[in-house]
């Protein structure tokens, strides 16, 4: 088993920072992705960025300029970083990460909420 503990959300106005972070920790051999997720009410949850143990990047089209995600594998942990908030980005963000295992995990969630 793996536990995931999140940190870092709240609430910030249009045009400011966050930063999110996700500790690994329990049954770990190895976490290949690592990556953060995201639900508004009423809409289904979408990716929003994930890192391999590569350190290859992907992100969602919404957020690419203003989000950076990365990763500390010492600590295995994840971070994201949010700028240039929008309200649009208000959402319930959650970490999950899959291990060598073929398993994947979920962290509990964070609300995010931007306001106008």
């Known amino acids: 088993q793996v536990q995931l503990v999140e940190s870092g959300g709240g609430l910030v106005q249009a045009g400011g920072s966050l930063r999110l972070s996700c500790a690994a920790s329990?049954?770990?051999?190895?976490?290949?992705?690592m990556g953060w997720y995201r639900q508004a009410p009423g809409k289904q949850r979408e990716l929003v960025a994930t890192i391999r143990s590569s350190s290859r990047t992907n992100y969602a089209d919404s957020v690419k300029g203003r989000f950076t995600i990365s990763r500390d594998n010492a600590k295995n942990t994840v971070y994201l970083q949010m700028s240039t908030l929008k309200p649009e980005d208000t959402a319930v963000y959650s970490c999950?990460?899959?291990?060598?295992?073929?398993?994947?995990?979920w962290g509990q969630g964070t609300q995010v909420t931007v306001s106008s």
């Open positions: 999950y990460v899959y291990t060598s295992t073929g398993t994947g995990y």
């Open positions: 329990g049954s770990i051999f190895s976490l290949i992705i």
